[in-house]
Nanobody, 123 residues
Framework: QVQLVESGGGLVQAGGSLRLSCVAS????????MAWFRQAPGKQRDIVAA????????YYADSVKGRFTISRDNAKNTVYLQMNSLKPEDTASFYC????????????????WGQGTQVTVSS
């Protein structure tokens, strides 16, 4: 079964950028749809972006459209989230998730999760 490890989180000022990475191991990465979710304290875990196994289908939450970009490199078993123009309201723990078959914007549809990486945006 695939295992996921995120990295790239940190503290950044508003307007800054971060690039998150999620490396997969133990499975056939190219067959998995991947997604990034985020969860702020006291709030539910929400979709940020999702990408299909071959990269042809991409979904973004309205709140990040035009600022965030999801991509994947199947040769490196890695999915990325480039985050630009960060805002204080983007502060959250960001989680990488995987599922076989199609992409989904619902956390309940994903059965493999990373441990999360913290993103803090100061004003």
């Amino acid at each position: 079964q695939v295992q996921l490890v995120e990295s790239g989180g940190g503290l950044v000022q508003a307007g800054g950028s971060l690039r998150l990475s999620c490396v997969a191991s133990g499975g056939t990465f190219s067959t998995y749809a991947m997604a990034w979710f985020r969860q702020a304290p006291g709030k539910q875990r929400d979709i940020v972006a999702a990408i299909s196994a071959n990269g042809a289908i991409i979904y973004y939450a309205d709140s990040v459209k035009g600022r965030f970009t999801i991509s994947r490199d199947n040769a490196k078993n890695t999915v990325y989230l480039q985050m630009n123009s960060l805002k204080p309201e983007d502060t959250a723990s960001f989680y990488c998730a995987a599922r076989s078959i199609a992409t989904s914007k619902y956390s309940r549809d994903y059965n493999r999760w990373g441990q999360g990486t913290q993103v803090t945006v100061s004003s």
